[in-house]
């Protein structure tokens, strides 16, 4: 590890007037470039007008609002690799390019995660405080612990616009939230309404559908509910019966009925059945007698009882169950509400029920049941159960008077934006998603019973002295951006004046996804729309890999159209999830959480568990994830760096399912690093003192090695210009990678050694400006994904002229438009032919473990138009081959090569013979041979013979035949090489007067 220690203010410019150290360390790489990127601006839109290069188009988009509460994970990490890479391409491309960054207040998280702090310091409960004073608790904490996830995305590398930085808190976006709620309602798109709506009772608020976590039962299981000792069963069908009202003492006239949720029978209000269900018939009209409570429940009879499902007959709970209440309105029902806010049962349920925890209350009604002789049994039943994704607690369905947002037209334009092509979808399998989400959303409930957030700005309306009507009737609201606003609103409505009314604010907030629906207009300054507004909306771009997205940007998308007037998207990149190298998901439970610092920084084993016996989990759950540890990160993870996270997260295709991230990856990606850092350190050694560049619009190399590099260069910026626009950033990556290190380094370099010692000054002038331009090129190439790495090496780079860019992240992006003039396809179709060889001759060096010598070569090609270009690559040939000297033949009649060369055809026009006379020692290679040559025969025989069967013939599907028959020709091949090097070997031991027999 090397550190980087010249004294350094923040902000300040790197000092890289020394040498590079031996080897390439991500610590010393990484420090004090961010600070200097910043200060200079180059991450503010403002900053094209210094580039020669500015286009006239923009480029912008906010980050995906991470909850103030939180800190990088692999997911995160993803996200903020893509959309870098993307911005950075994008402002090196010369657009006019703005990353807005933020955070979402994340009501529900930040609450609990204040209410556990003076809990834990105080011994206080939110209640203990008043609101303000609490509000004040949380504001305390968001400046202290609330921006520790900023400083993980300057880790990071994300270059976005610090100045713009966006909090849904601020005074800013809550004016902007307040206007969207006032001009949704004047719009008649927000209502209040007394309606079901999904409760946690631990959190004692409603939450959203999206936060609703379904889950999937098989049968009978139990499962820890918080705020309640012991486990609860799930999946457990019970049957009771109903009796029929004047028929007590009968047999038969009764009708039972099945539920999962016995203590809601005390909200029962009817029975229904299916109008055709002849076991019923008799019943039409007909009342049952509730055992508990006395009430007399009618009868009905609806088509969408489904006969098959449970006894037929289905209980009616219209305030406890979303399918009852729409069975309940369309039957004219009442309404009875026995659970409460905090999960216990009502005073509709009687007084041996009242303030019972409803699962108790559960065992209780059973128990009371079978006491009547009405308890029918108890059998296992596939269910889905509602949970709270925050809590785990089990969610009620609430009767409740909330604020709701119609959706159903909102949503119609969110289909027609992807229909008609203005919002595109990459990949584009997820529009029929889009479409089915938006097909199915209902109304949406903004409702949030908490106190951090933004208040609702609505106002109840009472007469002065007047009582308080109660929440069943619940009077008068009218909605205002102050509240002056409301009660001038008010008295014109009533008539009165204003010092009649009494306006109590509703003490909800705002379900947290409306504000951040907001984020990407809101951030801009709307609702003035003026500046940043005016010129980047609606031109943004969003990215995220998180389940939410669909809510996410479905409520974007319709409060933009709703309230701008303009969609505020083009495109939307879904990317994968991120899971562990085995393919599960992430999970703390598993031990297979990777913190992306740890990735960066390094850490060892017994800080990662250390880092697990400090969580929350249960120990047997600690135990288990320690376990997988130990066996994932036997040596802990080395520090990798952030320039290889980025660039192995985004060397997967993030366009699938998911990827599976394994940290070895990352490693390789260091190891690339690497790699690139010697590259550089070769260039500047090989470029010397007083070395002026030239653009690269001017260099016209004369070797064909020169024009072989520069024409893979042009490919390669090709590729990554057309991979680029197709969101394939794996792609990308992969063409650099494999310029880098196939082309540049392995072959380019390589070749070009000889011609450095030589240094015939007109071949050196020529090499030394191809080298820079690749050199130079290929690192801008690299940027987007390896920020700090580039800008080490290409700082040190000679520059042109004092008009050269001041870091690379602002310097233009490499185009085919600049560098058409080394496109050069024949000169790469001829290196092909060259590379033939190459690596014929290396892998005869590698079979007879040639390490140091370097033996003669004969190239046979009786062909005029191959030789040509094989004379032509000559010293290439003869530097890449490792050959001591290489001879071309016109054919091997007459010139024959010595006997003691091995023969292997290279390609359809062209023999190698490589001299081995006194490199090898021929007994010993027949000791090697032989046994192999016995062991090929073998394995031929067998696979013929097994060819020849007739369950092969009958059984064998044609794929696997052809994969068979592609085996025995791959065995043939090899045999007849390994006959041929014995026959050689064979008679070298012959000429050195040896046994050619002898394989002791």
């Given at each position: 590890?090397?550190?980087?220690?010249?004294?350094?203010?923040?902000?300040?410019?790197?000092?890289t007037?020394?040498?590079?150290?031996?080897?390439?360390?991500?610590?010393?790489?990484?420090?004090?470039?961010?600070?200097?990127?910043?200060?200079?601006?180059?991450?503010?839109?403002?900053y094209?007008?210094?580039?020669?290069?500015?286009?006239?188009?923009?480029?912008?988009?906010?980050?995906?609002?991470?909850?103030?509460?939180?800190?990088?994970?692999?997911?995160?990490?993803?996200t903020?690799?893509?959309?870098?890479?993307?911005?950075?391409?994008?402002?090196?491309?010369?657009?006019?390019?703005?990353?807005?960054?933020?955070?979402?207040?994340?009501?529900?998280?930040?609450?609990?995660?204040?209410?556990?702090?003076?809990?834990?310091?105080?011994?206080?409960?939110?209640?203990?405080?008043?609101?303000?004073?609490?509000?004040?608790?949380?504001?305390?904490?968001?400046?202290?612990?609330?921006?520790?996830?900023?400083?993980?995305?300057?880790?990071?590398?994300?270059?976005?616009?610090?100045?713009?930085?966006c909090?849904?808190?601020?005074?800013?976006?809550?004016?902007?939230?307040?206007?969207?709620?006032?001009?949704?309602?004047?719009?008649?798109?927000?209502?209040?309404?007394?309606?079901?709506?999904?409760?946690?009772?631990?959190?004692?608020?409603?939450?959203?559908?999206?936060e609703?976590?379904?889950?999937?039962?098989?049968?009978?299981?139990?499962?820890?509910?918080?705020?309640?000792?012991?486990?609860?069963?799930?999946?457990?069908?019970?049957?009771?019966?109903?009796?029929?009202?004047?028929?007590?003492?009968?047999?038969?006239?009764?009708?039972?009925?099945?539920?999962?949720?016995?203590?809601?029978?005390?909200?029962?209000?009817?029975?229904?059945?299916?109008?055709?269900d002849?076991?019923?018939?008799?019943?039409?009209?007909?009342?049952?007698?509730?055992?508990?409570?006395?009430?007399?429940?009618?009868?009905?009879?609806?088509?969408?009882?489904?006969?098959?499902?449970?006894?037929?007959?289905?209980?009616?709970?219209?305030?406890?169950?979303?399918?009852?209440?729409?069975l309940?309105?369309?039957?004219?029902?009442?309404?009875?509400?026995?659970?409460?806010?905090?999960?216990?049962?009502?005073?509709?349920?009687g007084?041996?029920?009242?303030?019972?925890?409803?699962?108790?209350?559960?065992?209780?009604?059973?128990?009371?049941?079978?006491?009547?002789?009405?308890?029918?049994?108890?059998?296992?039943?596939?269910?889905?159960?509602?949970?709270?994704?925050?809590?785990?607690?089990?969610?009620?369905?609430?009767?409740?008077?909330?604020?709701?947002?119609?959706?159903?037209?909102?949503?119609r334009?969110?289909?027609?934006?992807?229909?008609s092509?203005?919002?595109?979808?990459?990949?584009?399998?997820?529009?029929?998603?889009?479409?089915?989400?938006?097909?199915?959303?209902?109304?949406?409930?903004?409702s949030?019973?908490?106190?951090?957030?933004?208040?609702?700005?609505?106002?109840?309306?009472?007469?002065?002295?007047?009582?308080d009507?109660?929440?069943?009737?619940?009077?008068?609201?009218?909605?205002?951006?102050?509240?002056?606003?409301?009660?001038?609103?008010?008295?014109?409505?009533?008539?009165?004046?204003?010092?009649?009314?009494?306006?109590?604010?509703?003490?909800?907030?705002?379900?947290?996804?409306?504000?951040s629906?907001?984020?990407?207009?809101?951030?801009?300054?709307w609702?003035?729309?003026?500046?940043?507004?005016?010129?980047?909306?609606?031109?943004?771009?969003?990215?995220?890999?998180?389940?939410?997205?669909?809510?996410?940007?479905?409520?974007?998308?319709?409060?933009?159209?709703?309230?701008?007037?303009?969609?505020?998207?083009?495109?939307?990149?879904?990317?994968?999830?991120?899971?562990?190298?085995?393919?599960?998901?992430?999970?703390?439970?598993?031990?297979?959480?990777?913190?992306?610092?740890?990735?960066?920084?390094?850490?060892?084993?017994?800080?990662?568990?250390e880092?697990?016996?400090?969580?929350?989990?249960?120990?047997?759950e600690?135990?288990?994830?320690?376990?997988?540890?130990?066996?994932?990160?036997?040596?802990?993870?080395?520090?990798?760096?952030?320039?290889?996270?980025?660039?192995?997260?985004?060397?997967?295709?993030?366009?699938?399912?998911?990827?599976?991230?394994?940290?070895?990856?990352?490693?390789?990606?260091?190891?690339?690093?690497?790699?690139?850092?010697?590259?550089?350190?070769?260039?500047?050694?090989?470029?010397?003192?007083?070395?002026?560049?030239?653009?690269?619009?001017?260099?016209?190399?004369?070797?064909?090695?020169?024009?072989?590099?520069?024409?893979?260069?042009?490919?390669?910026?090709?590729?990554?210009?057309?991979?680029?626009?197709?969101?394939?950033?794996?792609?990308?990556?992969?063409?650099?990678?494999?310029f880098?290190?196939?082309d540049?380094?392995?072959?380019?370099?390589?070749?070009?050694?000889?011609?450095?010692?030589?240094?015939?000054?007109?071949?050196?002038?020529?090499?030394?400006?191809?080298?820079?331009?690749?050199?130079?090129?290929?690192?801008?190439?690299?940027?987007?994904?390896?920020?700090?790495?580039?800008?080490?090496?290409?700082?040190?780079?000679?520059?042109?002229?004092?008009?050269?860019p001041?870091?690379?992240?602002?310097?233009?992006?490499?185009?085919?438009?600049?560098?058409?003039?080394?496109?050069?396809?024949?000169e790469?179709?001829?290196?092909?032919?060259?590379?033939?060889?190459?690596k014929?001759?290396?892998?005869?060096?590698?079979?007879?473990?040639?390490?140091?010598?370097?033996?003669?070569?004969?190239?046979?090609?009786?062909?005029?138009?191959?030789?040509?270009?094989?004379?032509?690559?000559?010293?290439?040939?003869?530097?890449?081959?490792?050959?001591?000297?290489?001879?071309?033949?016109?054919?091997?009649?007459?010139?024959?090569?010595?006997?003691g060369?091995?023969?292997?055809?290279?390609?359809?026009?062209?023999?190698?013979?490589?001299?081995?006379?006194?490199?090898?020692?021929?007994?010993?290679?027949?000791?090697?041979?032989?046994?192999?040559?016995?062991?090929?025969?073998?394995?031929?025989?067998?696979?013929?013979?097994?060819?020849q069967?007739?369950?092969?013939?009958?059984?064998?599907s044609?794929?696997?035949?052809?994969?068979?028959?592609?085996?025995?020709?791959?065995?043939?091949?090899?045999?007849?090489?390994?006959?041929?090097?014995?026959?050689?070997?064979?008679?070298?031991?012959?000429?050195?007067?040896?046994?050619?027999?002898?394989?002791?």
């Open positions: 590890m090397v550190l980087y220690k010249i004294p350094t203010v923040a902000g300040q410019k790197k000092d007037s020394g040498p590079l150290p031996t080897s390439y360390s991500p610590h010393y790489v990484e420090s004090a470039w961010y600070a200097w990127w910043v200060k200079e601006g180059f991450f503010k839109p403002e094209q007008h210094q580039l020669p290069h500015q286009k006239p188009e923009t480029f912008s988009l906010s980050i995906p609002p991470p909850n103030v509460t939180g800190s990088l994970h692999l997911g995160h990490a993803l903020v690799a893509i959309e870098d890479a993307l911005v950075r391409w994008k402002r090196m491309q010369g657009y006019k390019v703005l990353w807005v960054p933020g955070s979402d207040h994340a009501g529900i998280a930040t609450q609990a995660v204040v209410e556990r702090k003076i809990w834990k310091e105080q011994g206080a409960l939110r209640q203990d405080f008043t609101r303000d004073e609490f509000l004040q608790e949380v504001w305390n904490w968001k400046e202290e612990k609330g921006n520790e996830i900023f400083q993980q995305l300057k880790v990071m590398g994300a270059s976005l616009d610090w100045d713009r930085v909090f849904t808190m601020d005074s800013g976006f809550s004016q902007a939230v307040t206007e969207a709620f006032v001009q949704l309602y004047e719009q008649g798109m927000l209502y209040r309404e007394r309606r079901l709506v999904n409760w946690s009772c631990a959190l004692r608020s409603a939450i959203s559908d999206i609703v976590e379904n889950r999937q039962l098989q049968g009978r299981t139990e499962l820890s509910v918080p705020g309640f000792q012991g486990k609860v069963p799930f999946g457990v069908l019970v049957t009771f019966a109903y009796e029929v009202e004047g028929e007590a003492g009968r047999i038969g006239e009764e009708l039972p009925v099945a539920t999962t949720r016995p203590e809601t029978m005390l909200g029962d209000v009817a029975v229904a059945v299916h109008p055709d002849p076991r019923y018939t008799h019943l039409h009209g007909k009342r049952l007698c509730h055992p508990f409570t006395g009430r007399l429940l009618p009868i009905i009879t609806d088509p969408m009882v489904e006969q098959d499902v449970g006894t037929g007959a289905v209980k009616v709970t219209p305030a406890h169950s979303h399918a009852d209440y729409e309940g309105r369309r039957h004219s029902l009442p309404f009875v509400s026995v659970i409460a806010e905090d999960g216990t049962m009502t005073a509709e349920c007084e041996w029920l009242q303030g019972l925890n409803r699962f108790l209350a559960r065992e209780k009604v059973l128990a009371a049941l079978k006491e009547r002789g009405l308890y029918r049994g108890t059998k296992e039943h596939p269910m889905v159960l509602p949970l709270c994704s925050r809590s785990r607690d089990v969610i009620e369905n609430l009767l409740k008077n909330q604020w709701f947002v119609q959706c159903e037209e909102m949503a334009w969110a289909l027609e934006a992807v229909e092509g203005y919002l595109k979808f990459t990949p584009k399998f997820h529009e029929k998603n889009w479409r089915t989400w938006l097909l199915n959303t209902s109304d949406w409930c903004i949030r019973q908490l106190w951090w957030g933004h208040q609702i700005p609505a106002y109840r309306v009472t007469l002065s002295g007047s009582p009507l109660g929440e069943e009737n619940d009077g008068l609201w009218v909605v205002g951006r102050t509240e002056a606003e409301a009660r001038r609103k008010a008295a014109a409505m009533l008539q009165k004046s204003e010092e009649d009314l009494k306006l109590v604010r509703d003490a909800d907030v705002l379900d947290t996804w409306f504000s629906g907001l984020f990407p207009f809101a951030a801009l300054g609702p003035q729309k003026t500046g940043d507004f005016q010129q980047f909306y609606p031109n943004s771009l969003l990215e995220t890999g998180s389940d939410l997205l669909f809510f996410w940007v479905a409520r974007m998308v319709m409060l933009g159209k709703q309230l701008t007037g303009e969609l505020p998207f083009s495109q939307v990149f879904l990317h994968s999830m991120v899971r562990d190298a085995h393919g599960r998901k992430m999970s703390k439970s598993l031990g297979n959480v990777i913190d992306p610092l740890d990735v960066i920084h390094g850490v060892s084993l017994q800080v990662l568990q880092k697990l016996q400090k969580s929350s989990l249960d120990p047997r600690v135990a288990i994830a320690m376990e997988g540890q130990r066996r994932d990160f036997p040596q802990g993870i080395p520090a990798c760096g952030t320039d290889a996270l980025r660039f192995a997260l985004c060397s997967y295709c993030a366009q699938g399912d998911s990827i599976n991230l394994d940290v070895a990856a990352v490693e390789n990606a260091s190891r690339f690093c690497n790699k690139v850092w010697n590259a550089l350190k070769f260039t500047l050694a090989a470029l010397g003192e007083g070395f002026t560049p030239v653009d690269p619009e001017e260099v016209y190399p004369s070797s064909p090695m020169d024009r072989w590099i520069l024409s893979r260069l042009y490919h390669t910026a090709e590729d990554c210009a057309r991979k680029f626009e197709e969101f394939e950033l794996h792609s990308v990556t992969s063409s650099i990678h494999l880098w290190l196939c540049f380094c392995d072959v380019y370099l390589e070749s070009i050694k000889p011609i450095l010692r030589n240094r015939d000054p007109d071949r050196l002038l020529s090499t030394r400006q191809t080298l820079y331009s690749c050199v130079d090129l290929a690192l801008r190439l690299l940027s987007p994904f390896m920020p700090f790495v580039t800008e080490e090496l290409w700082q040190r780079l000679p520059r042109m002229d004092s008009r050269s001041l870091s690379i992240c602002v310097a233009r992006y490499p185009t085919t438009e600049h560098l058409t003039h080394w496109h050069n396809p024949e790469e179709a001829n290196f092909l032919l060259v590379q033939d060889i190459i014929t001759v290396r892998s005869l060096r590698a079979t007879y473990q040639l390490t140091k010598v370097r033996p003669t070569v004969y190239l046979v090609c009786p062909e005029l138009v191959p030789r040509g270009v094989y004379e032509k690559y000559r010293e290439p040939l003869q530097t890449l081959s490792l050959a001591g000297s290489l001879r071309l033949l016109p054919d091997s009649e007459g010139t024959e090569p010595p006997a060369c091995v023969a292997v055809k290279a390609n359809s026009h062209a023999d190698i013979f490589v001299d081995l006379e006194g490199l090898v020692d021929p007994q010993k290679e027949l000791l090697k041979l032989m046994p192999r040559q016995q062991k090929l025969e073998r394995q031929l025989a067998g696979l013929t013979v097994q060819a069967g007739t369950r092969y013939q009958e059984q064998v044609p794929k696997a035949k052809s994969y068979h028959q592609q085996k025995i020709s791959l065995l043939h091949s090899e045999l007849k090489r390994t006959e041929q090097a014995i026959a050689t070997f064979q008679k070298m031991a012959v000429r050195q007067g040896l046994s050619p027999d002898r394989t002791e």
